[in-house]
């Protein structure tokens, strides 16, 4: 018997007919001809089947959820744009919270503010703020659920310039533990407001969250540049030292990947080590070439697609690369400088690359995120000038544990010490979780957690157990 079946037989019929007419939203089972489409998630490397799935159409049906779960002893999962690379919006025979009918934007541009319901992606948010000019630093694949990626940071396009997407969280509302609705703000429940800007979904299931916008595009100018594979040491220490004098407006990144069979590459390189520079200056799209070329005569260019563009054709730029279904695993490491050992270790790892659509990704940080005070929000690692994101992908099953395997080398290569960004880690451990927060950081959280989840109901997550459940040290 299945951990799903198990769970079925407990709840009763009657029990499940009452939440279900309760809710606005759906009830799915496991014997709806929707459960398959509904259990399923972005990253194909969980194949996992809860109980139940809870299709909330607003915040009643969140409470209810939220209720029926502590009440019926259920494992919880929150699900926003599905993208957890952990699986972590998912379980197996536990309930799923699933938020993406929930996917409204509200756009305040006198105020410079935009507000957006807990299932929204970022595509969503980008298509309403845009109207107005507007734009907060969101992900880098459009598809990407905002609750996630601003709850354990978010660093996007305009981090130097705007900080992280928890830097302009201003106000958010969330269902607690015991299935309360609270809003939050820097005047109300601001302790709460600061666990949530970077402490990830420990804390509750987040409906709405409020932003502080900044006037971007409609026009900027970004792309990418790509040089020859055996140029990456070069590209390295030359972006390095360009970085350096960048102004806040730039935000840029490396990927150290394979040549796609795309047109506007030579043939000559396909299936071929590649380096790329990508990213966007958000100042003046005038300034944009100027701004840009130091890093576009790196070493000798295959192929320069910089230029003017929508600021959402740069939103979307990459989602044709990370599709729906493949099998992903990110490790991170922050470090401060492309100093020889680092630049070796990198070249290295991308000499080793598993398969064509593996890849190591240097983004740029500083400018504005350095500049917020580490204890200013529950995101602590502020003092470092890069992060190595390591992507892990293949289409299916084979050759998974060999990409995942690659992935923890390289992460491990930038130092045994190295933080990690919660977002960017496809694993759970408690030891990986306390080395993402500054100790006196990880403390306030577990005393944030304590006071919203004492019994650790949200525990699907980068966890921060609560006192009484902590193994601490």
């Not at 489409?37 to 409470?63: F, Q, T, Y």
Request: glycine share 12%; proline share 7%.
């Amino acid at each position: 018997m299945t951990t799903t079946q198990a769970r079925q037989d407990t709840l009763g019929e009657a029990t499940l007919g009452e939440l279900a007419e309760g809710l606005r939203g759906e009830l799915v089972r496991p014997t709806d001809p929707t459960y398959d489409e509904a259990r399923s998630i972005w990253n194909a490397a969980h194949d996992k089947r809860p109980a139940l799935i809870v299709r909330c159409r607003g915040v009643a049906d969140v409470i209810r959820a939220v209720e029926f779960a502590r009440s019926e002893g259920l494992t919880l999962a929150v699900r926003g744009g599905g993208h957890s690379i952990p699986g972590f919006s998912t379980t197996d025979g536990g309930l799923v919270i699933d938020l993406s009918p929930m996917n409204a934007v509200r756009i305040d541009p006198d105020r410079r503010r935009i507000v957006a319901q807990g299932g929204c992606t970022w595509g969503d948010v980008d298509a309403e703020a845009q109207a107005f000019g507007l734009a907060v630093t969101g992900g880098l694949v459009s598809t990407t659920g905002v609750a996630g990626f601003t709850l354990g940071g978010g660093i996007g396009w305009l981090v130097r310039r705007a900080g992280l997407a928890c830097d302009n969280l201003v106000g958010a509302d969330i269902v607690t533990a015991d299935g309360r609705y609270l809003h939050t703000s820097e005047d109300e429940n601001p302790e709460l407001l600061w666990a949530l800007r970077g402490g990830g979904g420990n804390f509750g299931v987040v409906t709405s969250f409020e932003f502080k916008a900044y006037e971007v595009g409609p026009t900027v100018f970004a792309g990418l540049v790509f040089y020859p594979g055996d140029k990456a040491a070069d590209v390295l220490r030359g972006f390095g030292a360009a970085a350096a004098s960048a102004p806040d407006e730039l935000s840029l990144a490396i990927n150290l990947t394979t040549a796609p069979p795309l047109p506007f590459l030579p043939e000559e390189v396909h299936g071929k080590p590649i380096v790329a520079v990508l990213g966007m200056w958000s100042g003046q799209a005038e300034d944009g070439d100027a701004a840009t070329r130091p890093f576009r005569e790196l070493a000798p260019v295959v192929a320069d697609l910089f230029g003017p563009m929508p600021y959402n054709a740069m939103q979307t730029l990459l989602d044709p690369l990370f599709p729906r279904g493949m099998r992903n695993y990110f490790r991170s490491a922050f470090f401060h400088d492309l100093g020889p050992a680092t630049v070796d270790a990198l070249v290295s790892s991308h000499s080793q690359v598993p398969n064509g659509v593996s890849e190591l990704h240097v983004h740029h940080l500083g400018g504005a995120m350095g500049r917020v005070p580490a204890d200013a929000t529950a995101f602590g690692t502020r003092d470092h000038e890069y992060i190595l994101n390591v992507v892990a992908r293949t289409p299916d099953a084979d050759g998974f544990d060999t990409a995942v395997q690659w992935a923890r080398a390289a992460g491990a290569a930038l130092g045994p010490d190295a933080a990690s960004y919660v977002n960017f880690t496809g694993e759970t451990n408690a030891d990986i979780v306390r080395a993402s927060y500054p100790p006196a950081t990880y403390e306030r959280l577990v005393a944030v957690k304590d006071a919203y989840d004492p019994t650790n109901l949200f525990r699907l997550n980068q966890n921060i157990p609560p006192s009484a459940g902590s193994d601490r040290r």
